[in-house]
């Protein structure tokens, strides 16, 4: 069975940081994109980055550059993401997910994030609050 599973979220005050790992089992996630998306009550589910499938390419959506970072481990099969300097406006869900239709190079919307609809398998999600 594929599966994703999401750990490390909590709640943390602003300023403060929190590392989410995601980690794959029952497939190989080497060859594909995967992607970290978050969904707020009340708002649609935005992507916030992705990561190619060998770990030279890495997208952020303008919001989270520079506090944000994605890495993953292939030998681990484990996907990862570092969030600094917080703000209450990060908290929401957290997805992780995997596009198999992209490897080389992973598919990006309008704001620069991954594009929801070619992820094809989700995690369950884990919450992040900040408070201010």
Do not use: H
Request: charged residues 15%; proline residues 3%.
């Amino acid at each position: 069975q594929v599966q994703l599973v999401e750990s490390g979220g909590g709640s943390v005050q602003a300023g403060g940081s929190l590392r989410l790992s995601c980690a794959a089992s029952g497939y190989t996630f080497s060859s594909y994109c995967l992607g970290w998306f978050r969904q707020a009550p009340g708002n649609e589910r935005e992507g916030v980055g992705a990561i190619s499938a060998g770990g030279t390419r890495v997208y952020y959506v303008d919001s989270v550059k520079g506090r944000f970072k994605i890495s993953r481990d292939n030998a681990k099969n484990t996907l990862y993401l570092q969030m600094s300097s917080l703000q209450p406006e990060d908290s929401a869900t957290y997805y992780c997910a995997a596009s198999p239709r992209f490897g080389v190079t992973c598919s990006r919307d309008q704001r620069g994030g991954p594009l929801v609809a070619d992820y094809d398998i989700w995690g369950q999600g884990i919450r992040v609050t900040v408070s201010s």
